[in-house]
Nanobody
């Protein structure tokens, strides 16, 4: 079975930083797939935040996080990271990672095959 496990969430003051990790089991991250980070705040839909593919050569970011968040991938550890800096209260949400062989509908759209359970990020 494919499992994606997020970690690294927590509570932080505005302007602070957090680094989220997404570890995969049962699914080899070799750079050919697309891995995305999404978030969902109470009362809002799931929003694509960042994605990575082509071994890290291609990344995409939502305009709301561009310049503050960085997605990266360590294939040796089968892990994708999301470094979040200059956090704002509006970044408060449950953050999910997702993986898909192609994400053919768009890397920041939620049509991914595999999802983690999420990790909470709270910015005050």
């Amino acid at each position: 079975d494919v499992q994606l496990v997020e970690s690294g969430g927590g509570s932080v003051e505005a302007g602070g930083s957090l680094k989220l990790s997404c570890s995969a089991s049962g699914y080899r991250l070799d750079g050919s797939e697309c891995v995305g980070w999404f978030r969902e705040a109470p009362g809002k839909g799931r929003e694509g935040v960042a994605s990575i593919r082509d071994g890290g050569a291609t990344t995409n970011y939502a305009s709301s996080v561009k310049g503050r968040f960085t997605i990266s991938q360590d294939n040796a550890k089968n892990t994708v990271y999301l470094q979040m800096s200059n956090l704002k209260p509006e970044d408060t949400a449950m953050y999910y990672c997702a993986a898909d062989p192609s994400a053919r509908n768009g890397p920041l759209r939620p049509e991914y095959s595999y999802w983690g359970q999420g990790t909470q990020v709270t910015v005050s």
